[in-house]
């Protein structure tokens, strides 16, 4: 296995955090599932070798090689299963830059994985025709770059404010008041809720839980030793923290010493 990282292009740098490439042989049985955890980002992906079945909550989906994946945000685990290895290229798309890059509403993206071409059309078939026939994974990156930088050139819109108040969010890993954050931006409770459901699919609330959760996970998976200190930062004592592990992991955290963790690949703690 293995998995290597791109830095985005300058033009992306506000909309694209990670490139990586993730490269897998045959997974041998009973090694077929991968933990996929709510991190707060969403993603695009393109297997270039190898289908990939994704299950979020109770629904799976089978996408199919060279068929490029839309993954909306997620509040819910999930798992990924490569069961003849995988060759594939993940692109994460900032929380608060997603709505640049996609028309159909956030809400409607939540939890779901896609194929590209139910987001964005026709346009979706002629890439990854593009990115099937390249030669090598670094001339694939290099196209899904140049075709992101092409789409935002075309798209003249920003909401600043959202943007910021995600930034926020996540600069403060989710230790924000919701109500702070609505009069800082001068908007209503009922505005910005709104706002975050159109352009992200989970209201700030929802938002701010993941990434105070994610804060602390990245933290303690494949580690040992205490961490109480960070718990106590985030939480208001461990049952609430245990309660968010198993909401976000669906796991007890003494099973999830058995699990894979994809995020450990593309996330490093």
């Known amino acids: 296995m293995g998995i290597r990282f791109f830095r985005p292009c300058t033009a992306l740098a506000d909309v694209v955090s990670r490139i990586y490439t993730h490269e897998s042989g045959p997974i041998e049985p009973g090694d077929l599932r991968w ?3 709510p ?7 393109f297997p270039v070798r190898g289908d990939i079945r994704c299950t979020i909550g109770e629904t799976g989906r089978l996408h199919r090689t060279s068929r490029l994946i839309f993954s909306g945000i997620r509040t819910s685990p999930g798992h990924l299963a490569f069961p003849d290895g995988v060759d594939a290229i993940g692109v ?14 956030h809400d ?15 346009a979706a078939r002629r890439w990854q025709e593009e990115l099937a026939n390249l030669p090598t994974m670094e001339a694939r990156v290099s196209a ?10 075309r798209r003249d819109r920003r909401e600043r404010a959202f943007e910021w ?17 609505a009069r ?16 992200l699919g989970v209201g700030p609330k929802s938002l701010a839980g993941i990434l105070r959760f994610h804060a602390v996970y990245k933290c303690l998976r494949g580690a040992s030793g205490s961490y109480g200190r960070l718990i106590q930062a985030h939480y208001y004592d461990q049952s609430h923290f245990l309660k968010d592990f198993r909401r976000y992991t669906g796991l007890t955290p003494r099973s999830y010493a058995d699990e894979h963790d994809y995020g450990r690949l593309y996330i490093p703690s």
């Open 35 to 37: 933990l996929i955890v």
């Open 39 to 45: 991190d707060g980002e969403v993603k695009l992906i």
């Open 92 to 105: 994460i798309i900032r929380p608060e830059a997603a709505y640049r890059l996609v028309d159909v509403p």
């Open 108 to 122: 409607q993206l939540t939890n779901r994985t896609l194929d590209a071409e139910d987001v964005f059309g026709a």
């Open 144 to 153: 899904i770059q140049r075709v992101l930088c092409t789409w935002l050139a």
């Open 165 to 181: 108040a995600v930034r926020h969010l996540a600069r403060h890993e989710g230790r924000v008041r919701i109500e702070a954050l």
């Open 184 to 199: 800082e931006l001068g908007w209503s409770r009922r505005h910005l809720e709104r706002r975050f459901r159109q352009r």
